[in-house]
């Protein structure tokens, strides 16, 4: 049975697309479609939880060489829409922590949400903002910004310490006056996950925040007793069972904790999935319609 994973939360609105120049806003913290029927139709294996905790069938054969006309490099035209180029740039940001480099989408203020990327090693704001590698999934992630009156900043990492836990602090603060204090969600991959856990620890930051989602992360032992689990901030873990990186188990057992002390969290875990298939295959529509609140 084909379901999606944003039937887990919020109902699907009709989605009316207006001209890049003038972009709708996001109402009632729901999030328009689009592409759904190529990205959300997930076929759900086990649903446990009260439906917080899905396992999701993963195909290599499907997912990667039915959906690229280049397998792993280039998608097949259908899953993009390139005009979301129009709303987007690059610009250095001068911060209380120093000059940033990062990619915005969509407003440079006034937005009704912000999504914020963290690469894992290696990687810069060329990643999250990459439209035809990872299934276009940042494409997806891009347009669904731009299209609800959003703004999504892909920064480059500089570092994975507290010097970079201080560094995107100071993008969140930056994104949240630069909004009017409207909600921003922070979206950590891979060793990026190691940002989401020292900024979980920062109470100014976690107050910031409308959500975290950690997409194939590290397990953070002190997550559960963090500012942000006292501030029970929404949390949405995605990830592979066969992740060589970090153990789907250690992941899995974060989540259960959490969840047993009563903390707003979810988890999708892709079956036979590796390490990067949370980048290719998390439902980003559903994620930003439970995390933006």
């Not at 979980?200 to 953070?220: Q, W």
């Not at 992941?251 to 002390?261: F, G």
Request: glycine share 10%; net charge positive; aromatic share 8%.
């Amino acid at each position: 049975m084909q379901m999606s994973t944003a039937h887990f939360r919020t109902a699907a609105i009709s989605c009316v697309l207006f001209p890049f120049l003038f972009l709708s806003s996001a109402k009632a913290n729901t999030i328009a479609p689009f592409k759904d029927e190529l990205f959300s139709n997930q076929t759900v294996l086990e649903s446990g939880d009260s439906g917080d905790f899905t396992r999701i069938d993963y195909d290599e054969m499907r997912d990667i060489n039915g959906r690229d006309s280049i397998p792993e490099r280039r998608v097949k035209e259908r899953y993009v829409s390139l005009k979301v180029r129009r709303v987007q740039e690059n610009q250095t940001l001068q911060l209380p922590t120093g000059p940033m480099e990062v990619g915005r989408v969509g407003r440079d203020q006034g937005q009704a949400f912000t999504v914020i990327f963290i690469h894992g090693r290696g990687g810069d704001r060329r990643l999250g903002l990459n439209d035809i590698s990872f299934g276009g999934n940042f494409n997806r992630l891009k347009n669904l910004a731009a299209e609800n009156g959003g703004t999504y900043y892909a920064p480059s990492v500089r570092s994975f310490d507290d010097k970079g836990v201080s560094e995107i602090a100071s993008l969140v603060g930056y994104a949240s006056a630069q909004s009017g204090g409207k909600p921003v969600v922070l979206a950590c991959a891979s060793m990026g996950s190691f940002i989401c856990s020292g900024l979980s620890r920062d109470p100014a930051t976690v107050a910031k925040l409308s959500g975290m989602a950690i997409l194939g992360g590290a397990p953070d032992p002190a997550l559960p007793k963090s500012a942000a689990a006292k501030a029970r901030l929404p949390i949405w873990f995605t990830h592979g069972s066969r992740d060589s990186v970090y153990a789907a188990e250690g992941q899995v057992s974060i989540y259960r904790k959490l969840r047993a002390a009563g903390q707003p969290v979810r988890f999708t875990l892709f079956e036979t999935g590796s390490h990067g298939t949370p980048m290719r295959m998390s439902d980003w529509r559903a994620l930003l319609n439970w995390l933006i609140r």
